[in-house]
């Protein structure tokens, strides 16, 4: 037996010891649930099994990262390196990539976000002469979702009588044929939403019994985290994969299943035993994560709930402190509050920003932290909201490089087709559009026909529309060539939008700027990092990590120390020291949408757990008698939670301006809180710093035209010239290619090889 295995307790090692056959862990929790996983996949590679037979399901890519991270440690990297471990969304793209011939999707298939599916929906409304305003594209598409979810087709959708009532009453009624038209769009553009990745795989698996026979051969081990939240496509595709030889093991725990909302059902956990009669049960009932205290304070939230199986957990760490609740008067109070209680505690012995967390119910409830960390000089990062691949200029550009690889790409091709402005105004979209639905085409096959000169545009039109096609086409022929970065930097630098970018010397123009820039850090470090690993970096492969990233992948810059922002439902499976729970008030949380239905109330109540059950030391709750919501200025009573929370692990401090301690004299001498017109409103801006910063600075009188003076740096540069660079270190230039602006320098790094390096972009200081 593996040494590594001492790290467990009895139970955790049976559960890692039964490697055959199906296995179900349910416990609550922070009771290693997860860790069994984990060394589970460590023992089965340590003894016979080979990386490449084992399916992890994790429900983000950090946790599949961090799994991964953790087993080298146990068994070595090499080992670890080629196990199928990853997001159900990361590993069913991979599979319908490798046998696209099968679904009649092409290879390069792009995937459309959420905000490609609602430009699509409004597309198919206007055909369809319905008003935006009549069919909200957000309800049609979640209708859509959930009709995926639970592997109902357009036909089916057709016939679905409590669908079509419940659309009905919505005052929806023709979302069947809008789903129909939905579904014939996106497969003609060559492109699937987040749902299709599932429910494609299941309609693969099901017309091709000989793919599924390749992968259930493939997936000797099959193990699944989080199962209390897989949805019925997720659950369809693991059981067929599972069924040749029942070696599967999921783990979950029911009284944290949070996703009901978007189509996740808790049976799936409760029907294991169904699915597999012969399975083993495995209990753990051991809290590691938290003191007594927040462990009985989170088993007396979850007793309120009628529908759970009833498990024990308890620790044996210390009793810890009692779980705060702090009272504020309003929301913009609870932010400093908050603050100021980080700021003073981490005088102490807290040593770290790291070890704090914020948890909220709903997004937009950042934004009071932001500004209050902001003034008391407390960094953060923030997970969620508006994420740095929704920006729009990083869209914009995601639209050039997705049309690189697949032009039938419909919503990337409306996004840039005139943008940089190229003339070709909406009439001229609005036609080509038309005219590609009557033919049953996509646009980009009505540009390249040769009927196009019999549509009625003028000649200026047409000449516009041929340079547009001309510049896409020059993309997807180097596509094949360059590597991801160099086809990000080629297609900045010729589709118009680098000039764009430099024109607008404004404050917020500049940060956009800086974020394309980053971006391009992220495909360089993205490329180095592929070819370290000896795998492909192209842009297909990119693109296929960007699209799948989650609220919780957004981290780029983990060095620093920072407070954690982020919603109860990213903060799954996480832990911290210390966690605030905060706006903890009825109408907020629970959410007003919960309203007097028994169900999602439960699923509110198991959040609250999960929220609690996230925190090591100490938990903090907090408050408002009053928010700013929905543009007015509301009272608000405390939530039902608190009540139910066991009153003897709680301690209500007064520190609001209802009480009396320190922390209310603070919060008296900063009397204007309550004054709505003192509200911090200027959004933080990132540091100008680019490496395009010095081409930018200089353009405003140029009208961001390139010339030779903002590269006049560069001229300099020669060959035999010594030159450092940020990230590869010294080297030397051995040659030059090509004509300023695109100069490109070969040089051959000391540490780090030849790289060619395009000047404008490369940050090379001569020496
Ligand atoms: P959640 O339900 O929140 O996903 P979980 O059941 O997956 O929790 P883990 O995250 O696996 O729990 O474990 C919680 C914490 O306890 C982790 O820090 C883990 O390393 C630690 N832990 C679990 N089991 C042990 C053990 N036997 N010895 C020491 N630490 C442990
Ligand atoms: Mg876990």
Redesign the pocket.
Known sequence: MPEFLQ???DA?REAVLSTDGPNLVI??????????L?YRIAYLLSGNAAPWNILALTFTNKAAAEMKERIASLVGRERASRLWMGTFHSIFLRILRAEHERTGYPSNFTIYDTGDSKSLIKSILNEMGIKEKEYRPGLVLSKISSAKNNLILPNAYARDQKRLMSDAASKVPRVHEIYARYMKECYKAGAMDFDDLLLNTNILFRDHPDVLAKYCNLFKYILV??YQDTNMSQYLIIRKLAEPDRNITV?G?DA?SIYGFRGAKIENILNFRNDYPDYKLFK?E????STQTIVNAANSIISNNKGQIRKQVFSVNEEGEKIRILQAYSDVEEGYLIANDIVARKGGDEASFNDYAILYRTNAQSRIFEESFRKAGIPYRIYGGLSFYQRKEIKDLLAYLRMAINPRDGEALKRIINYPARGIGKTTLDRLEATAVHNDITIWEVLNHPGISALGFNSGTLRKLGAFTGIIKGFVAKSGELDAYNMTTEILATSGLLKELQSDTSTEGRARFENVDEMLNAVREFCDARKEAGEPASLTDYLAEVSLMTDQDNENEAESEKVTLMTIHSA????FPYVYIVGIEEGTFPSPMSGSNMQELEEERRLFY?AV??AEKRVTLSYARSRFKNGEFNFVNPSRFLREIDQSYLSIEEKSAFGGSGMREQSQARKPLFNFSDRPTEPSRPKFSSSFSNTVSGSSSEGGRFTDSKFSEFDRISVGCKVEHERFGLGEVIALEGQAPDTKAHVRFENAGTKQLLLKFAKLKIL
């Open positions: 790290q467990l307790n955790q416990a609550g929790a922070g009771s290693g649930k997860t860790r069994v984990t985290d989080e783990v725990d944290q753990l051991q809290n590691y994560r799954k499976g996480l832990e999960v059950t996230r």
